[in-house]
């Protein structure tokens, strides 16, 4: 048996179960000699999550183990958050118990934890063999491509359920839901926390048995909570994106119709009148989540007390926030959009058709309603920016008192 490490803290395991009779057994076995060949001390909590087989009961027949009991289902976060709040240890693990994740490699995941991560996670998608099947790996990479993508980090398996984390992260992480998407929650979360995260390679066995997950309801579900996760912390990015993609469909359709404008094409038929209209409601709703991006991005920062995540892209169009230009941007685009009519209103005034005026009396007007919008948020803007710079100078002030 190797000797413990007296300064070593102590490492709470979590292993939620429900229903698994026929692998819990030998997952209690195999982990009791992983924590007797450990270096650090541990306390084994199994939480049976209103099993209706004989799980509790054989758990009960080990010694060594801390049994808790759901009466009756309440879900998979559920279960881990019940084993953390009976916890004792300054690291809390969970992994569960269908014998899909390795036992011995927890060690592995606790030496990177005391090497200063914040939180581990045993990543089935880093290198390792896996027997994960086709449609789980492709759901796996949807969602570390997306919680990769709004998050603006790389994460490999933000959905593994083998995991070490310090547990005075535990209020920094909350809330998280009790189902089973309370791993991507949490990977989502810690990122945006800003938390260092530390992905080691494990090999991944497929379970014995029918595997609760299921793929288009859970998916759905891990698809909701992940987006509406990363909303919480950084709006712009996902609102910045859709106005983009909104503005880039206008910009298309513009340019299009202009061109053909310019080819001496006056008159629409209803597929150049449908595609107009859609690039107007684009173009101003574009313009909308953009803005809104910013707006909101200020009042998550009143609320986590952090610096404002402003990104959209990796490397800013401006060398100031692009929330600072909305002023000029929507005094441009209204004087523009002013000019516009004015000429197209004093030409029609002077006998030209309408049907050569029409587009641009649209292009006009369209550009005054963003402009004069642009420079609403802009004044929404600044007025949370007073509140921000408000809170911290009192914050300092009272910090200098004390």
């Known amino acids: 048996m190797t000797g413990r490490d007296p300064q070593a803290p102590l490492v709470s395991v979590i292993v939620p ?33 209103g099993s209706s087989d004989d799980t509790a009961q054989i758990v009960a027949g080990f010694t060594d183990v801390r049994l808790l009991r759901h009466s009756q289902n309440r879900g998979y976060g559920a279960a881990l958050k019940t084993g953390f709040a009976a916890s004792k240890g300054e690291l809390l693990g969970f992994l569960d118990a269908d014998g899909t994740y390795p036992p011995e490699l927890f060690p592995s995941l606790c030496a990177e934890a005391l090497k200063g991560a914040d939180l581990v996670v045993g990543s089935r998608r880093s290198g390792a063999a896996s027997e994960m099947p086709p449609m789980r790996r492709l759901g796996n990479l949807l969602w570390s491509g997306l919680v990769s993508a709004l998050c603006t980090r790389r994460v490999v398996d933000p959905a593994s359920g083998m995991r070490v984390f310090r547990a005075s992260l535990i209020e920094l992480l909350a809330p998280l839901p009790d189902g089973l998407n309370f791993t991507p929650v949490m990977s989502t979360r810690a990122i945006s926390e800003g938390l260092g995260l530390v992905e080691f390679p494990i090999p991944y066995q497929e379970r014995a048995g029918r595997s609760k997950l299921s793929v288009v309801k859970d998916g759905a579900l891990f698809l909701r909570t992940i987006i509406w996760t990363s909303l919480a912390y950084n709006p712009a990015r996902i609102l910045a994106g859709l106005g983009l993609l ?10 299009a119709v202009l ?26 709703v574009g313009i909308d989540l953009m803005a809104l991006g910013s707006t909101f991005n200020y009042l998550v920062s009143l609320f986590h007390r952090k610096p404002i995540q402003r990104s959209l892209f990796r490397r800013p169009l401006f060398r100031r926030p692009v929330d600072r230009h ?8 209204a004087l523009v959009g002013t000019a516009l009519a004015t000429a197209s209103v004093a030409l029609g005034l002077n006998g030209w058709p309408i049907e050569r005026l ?40 009272q910090g200098l008192v004390s």
């Open 326 to 333: 909305f002023w000029w941007m929507g005094a441009l685009l």
């Open 17 to 49: 179960a429900m229903n698994e009779e026929g692998n819990i057994a030998e997952f209690c076995r195999l982990f009791d000699e992983m924590l007797q060949a450990a270096s650090f001390s541990a306390e084994l909590v199994y939480v049976d999550d």
């Open 246 to 255: 909104g503005l880039t469909v206008a910009a298309a359709i513009g340019l």
């Open 358 to 397: 029409w587009l641009y009396l649209l292009a006009g007007v369209m550009l005054i309603l963003v402009g004069a919008q642009l420079g609403l948020f802009w004044v929404i803007i600044r007025v949370l920016d007073e509140l921000r710079d408000r809170r911290l100078h009192v914050q300092t002030d």
């Open 259 to 284: 061109i053909a404008r310019l080819r001496g094409i006056t008159v629409l038929g209803p597929l150049g009148v449908t595609a107009l209209f859609l690039a107007v409601v684009a173009g101003i």
